[in-house]
């Protein structure tokens, strides 16, 4: 386990949330699995209370509170993707599985949690020295709701 580990806050859906986003991403997996050992305030003796997981090597916990807690973008979770067929893959499996798209590379998944789904390539971009290529690449990415590379790099190029 890292030193700090986010933990995500279900209302019952921490095993499913858990199974759902390891199989999203190469080296991930559950980790463990505790449950209760007697009833508290969300839950019965022998529910599913924790659930330590990996995502792509990084360590995570999901938590049944009990009640229902609305996630915002306060807090979101960046998936760095090598090219446009990882967004796709992605994008596409996010939505399928009852996502919804939101703006600028950002979607929500089933259980609401705000993911952003971002090229490599859009990281580098941004971080040009030429603010004329920042800006143009900038203003293509703010008419986007999945990020579409080829668009970038003709924004980055001047075409």
């Not at 330590?52 to 916990?61: D, E, K, P, V």
């Not at 915002?72 to 067929?85: L, R």
Request: charged fraction near 25%.
């Amino acid at each position: 386990m890292n030193k700090i580990t986010p933990c995500l806050w279900f209302e019952k859906e921490a095993e499913a949330a858990a199974n759902y986003y390891v199989s999203l991403l190469p080296d991930s997996r559950i980790v463990q699995v505790q449950k209760s050992p007697t009833d508290y305030p969300g839950g019965k003796a022998g529910a599913v209370l924790v659930v330590y997981f990996t995502l792509a090597g990084q360590s995570y916990m999901a938590l049944n509170g009990g009640t229902t807690l609305e996630y915002n973008n306060c807090v979101s979770f960046m998936i760095d993707c090598k090219d446009q067929e990882e967004v796709d893959r992605l994008w596409r499996r996010i939505l399928a599985d009852g996502g919804s798209e939101v703006e600028c590379g950002w979607i929500r998944d089933k259980f609401k949690v705000p993911w952003q789904i971002i090229p490599s390539d859009l990281l580098h971009m941004m971080a040009d020295p030429d603010p004329a290529r920042v800006k143009r690449v900038f203003a293509a990415m703010m008419t986007m709701v999945k990020i579409d590379v080829a668009a970038l790099h003709k924004a980055y190029a001047g075409d």
